[in-house]
């Protein structure tokens, strides 16, 4: 009989004798998945070989768990037995993340068992720290008087037609009470972040003129509440995406290159699972090949967006009482699943995804199908990056002076002159009217 491969909850080892290796297949599984199976006396390619079980095998693997593993698990022990072969099945399970295996932690990844380093140590504690929960409940100085109207009206709205609750009270503190985001009188971190009139949250926001992120079309920075800057970041990116038209019978339909239900997922999957008690800002960077969306929290360790895409990953809620606000109010249609809807919706649009990890943070990157953007070659002809940076400052303005296009981009006014020299033989602008009051018009 064969029982298939191993996999990131599978493990298969041939004897108990190798006992503390599967101990560490434990830690690593628990860390990685929170749940595993090991089967003893069964080949690493799936063959059931069967081994020697006495009275004691299942007590040796019970007490083994109990003194190896910390913090406890105590599992599931099954003797199995096929075509006259007894095996043994070991299933375990647990919550209180990280676990280690005689005093060292390890992670699973695809069918190896990976020790986790010290310099990664910390930032697997940092991520599955049940603190932040205290954090959320933890509270502030500001009192219900400091909430944002607006926001709390539009939230009871949303909950109401999500039918995801049945009714709430018209009374401000009588809904804050009820999500559990104040005490007292007073808003906890979650209360805050969620809806106070305060704007706690900064968003960077900008575009670029080329993907080296040098040169800005526009930079911005925002405050506000969650509520308020799941409206703020979408609308930032759609107003700075193309859009088709596509003319038919009925009304003109317009198309973004980004689906919409995919940028604000992105967008409301920052602002719920963030790390709130840093000084870090969440950002989005527009270039022309790509829009970034900065998170200033940890994605799971060990894992990628990837592994919520294909697999039945469980989901870690960073944020739990801002979460379950976000899904009463249908900003989040169910935990886990946000990524795959990203994934299969750019997927249907031929729009492609990417991630990346960095040390406080990490972003979440649509790629634009957006050649012509990019100024760099057009018609054949290439432009030079300050060449490329001058156009797109004139596009965007065509009123803008050598000056103010000199402090742009951190050249000199004659290297800018230069430049625009350039762009004019190259049959890309002209100038129209005279040099203080004309304005540039773009060619190609």
Not at 380 to 408: C, M
Request: with cysteine; hydrophobic share 35%; proline share 3%.
């Amino acid at each position: 009989m064969n029982l298939g491969r191993e996999t990131e909850t599978v493990e298969f080892k041939q004897t108990t004798g190798d006992l503390n290796n599967a101990l560490k297949t434990v830690s690593a599984m628990l860390n990685k998945n929170g749940y595993g199976t090991i089967y003893f006396g069964v080949k690493n390619n799936g063959d059931v070989v069967g081994q020697q079980i006495s009275d004691s095998t299942t007590r040796d693997i019970s007490r083994y768990f109990y003194e190896k593993i910390k913090p406890a698990v105590y599992p599931n022990i099954e003797i199995l037995s096929t075509e006259g072969k007894e095996y043994i099945k070991v299933s375990f399970s647990g919550i209180e993340t990280p676990y280690s295996a005689n005093e060292i932690f390890f992670i699973r990844v695809a069918d190896e068992d990976r020790k986790i380093s010290i310099e990664k140590l910390k930032d697997f504690f940092d991520f599955y720290n049940k603190d932040n929960s205290i954090w959320e409940n933890t509270l502030t100085s500001e009192t219900l008087e400091d909430l944002d109207v607006d926001s709390i009206n539009q939230f009871n709205q949303d909950a109401l037609a999500s039918g995801r609750v049945n009714s709430y009270d018209i009374k401000q503190e009588d809904i804050i009470e009820k999500l559990g985001l104040a005490k007292n009188g007073f808003l906890n971190n979650a209360g805050k972040y969620l809806f106070s009139k305060n704007k706690p949250i900064k968003v960077k926001l900008a575009v670029f003129a080329t993907d080296t992120q040098i040169t800005f079309i526009d930079q911005n920075l925002v405050s506000g509440n969650v509520y308020q800057l799941i409206k703020i970041m979408q609308q930032y990116i759609e107003n700075h995406i193309n859009w088709e038209s596509i003319i038919s019978v009925g009304p003109r339909k317009e198309i973004p290159e980004i689906p919409r239900e995919a940028i604000k997922e992105i967008v409301v999957n920052s602002l719920c699972h963030a790390k709130y008690n840093t000084n870090t800002t969440h950002e989005i960077a527009i270039t022309p090949k790509k829009v970034s969306v900065y998170n200033p929290g940890n994605f799971p360790y060990g894992a990628t967006p990837e592994d919520y895409v294909y697999r039945n990953l469980r989901s870690v809620i960073i944020n739990p009482l801002i979460a379950n606000t976000l899904y009463l109010s249908k900003n989040i249609e169910s935990w886990g699943t946000g990524i795959k809807r990203v994934y299969d919706l750019c997927n249907k649009s031929n729009v492609k995804v990417s991630f990346e990890n960095e040390k406080f943070g990490y972003n979440f990157i649509f790629h634009r199908n957006n050649l012509g953007v990019d100024l760099g070659v057009d018609l054949g002809v290439e432009l030079s990056e300050t060449e490329t940076s001058i156009y797109s400052l004139i596009k965007s303005d065509n009123k803008i002076t050598t000056i103010e296009l000199a402090k742009r981009i951190f050249k000199t006014p004659q290297t800018v002159t230069n430049n625009l020299n350039k762009l004019k033989e190259k049959g890309y602008i002209k100038r129209v009217g005279s040099n203080r009051y004309g304005r540039w018009q773009i060619l190609k």
